[in-house]
């Protein structure tokens, strides 16, 4: 299934279609992967873990919001262990690498796909657990940790993998998200980085000619440096 310029950056939703499992929520994600991550679902509550979806596709408005609210200091910044920062003894790039430490630049979000969701443990959720998505819920001591240990063993071979299981001086150790396989690899192939560029260029993000200047940096250190599926190890 070839996307658009448009649905890799998260401006046309033609690419979705509403999934809801166990009727749940209704969730938009990648038409192309609807039957394996039904599969992915039943097969973990079949184990006895049950998947809640936090998130799936995100547009890049909303990705646009999120990074705006962070830079004017409207959502709080954590540096990589959890701890808030305070944005207004930070320069540029260092706010700049502190928010892209957990949040992707319009545009450039694999959410924009539908191929990549954050889920959660649906037990911890029944049991009161305010969901904060950090690493220490997915750890052996953590909320989450029958859950890791399932996606451990199971995930790879429903078609999904974890491209940020590991902390690899880019985006932050995000054991919570997945990415299908097959589907990801072919936007990602492809991606249209001239036109990403531009419509960052023609959009509202704050500072915006320092953030341009950063974009080159951006796709090396951020969108390109994930743990790709095979090469993984759990947590």
């Known amino acids: 299934m070839k996307i658009s310029w448009q649905q890799a950056i998260g401006t046309d939703e033609k690419h979705l279609s509403e999934f809801s499992f166990s009727k749940g929520n209704v969730f938009l994600v990648n038409t192309g992967i609807l039957n394996d991550l039904s599969k992915l679902l039943t097969a973990a509550k079949i184990d006895g873990v049950d998947i809640s979806i936090i998130s799936s596709f995100r547009s890049f408005d909303r990705q646009l919001t999120i990074w705006n609210d962070k830079w004017m200091g409207y959502r709080p910044v954590y540096s990589r262990h959890g701890r808030p920062l305070n944005l207004n003894l930070l320069s540029d790039i260092e706010k700049y690498k502190a928010i892209a430490l957990w949040s992707a630049l319009p545009g450039f979000s694999r959410h924009h796909w539908g191929t990549d969701?954050?889920?959660?443990?649906?037990?911890?959720?029944?049991?009161?657990?305010?969901?904060?998505?950090?690493?220490?819920?997915?750890?052996?001591?953590?909320?989450?940790?029958?859950?890791?240990?399932?996606?451990?063993?199971?995930?790879?071979?429903?078609?999904?993998?974890?491209?940020?299981?590991?902390?690899?001086?880019g985006v932050s150790e995000e054991p919570w998200h997945i990415?299908?396989?097959?589907?990801?690899?072919?936007?990602?192939?492809?991606?249209?980085?001239?036109?990403?560029?531009?419509?960052?260029?023609?959009?509202?993000?704050?500072?915006?000619?320092?953030i341009c200047s950063q974009l080159?940096?951006?796709?090396?250190?951020?969108?390109?440096?994930?743990?790709?599926?095979?090469?993984q190890s759990g947590s």
């Open 179 to 210: 990415s299908h396989k097959s589907m990801s690899q072919k936007i990602y192939q492809s991606f249209p980085f001239q036109e990403c560029y531009q419509y960052i260029a023609q959009s509202n993000i704050q500072q915006k000619d320092f």
């Open 117 to 169: 969701l954050d889920i959660f443990s649906c037990t911890a959720i029944a049991e009161g657990h305010q969901v904060e998505l950090t690493p220490s819920e997915f750890s052996k001591q953590g909320v989450c940790c029958d859950l890791a240990h399932w996606l451990d063993k199971n995930l790879e071979r429903y078609g999904f993998f974890r491209p940020y299981l590991q902390y690899n001086q």
């Open 216 to 231: 080159p940096h951006y796709k090396t250190q951020y969108f390109e440096n994930f743990i790709e599926c095979g090469k």
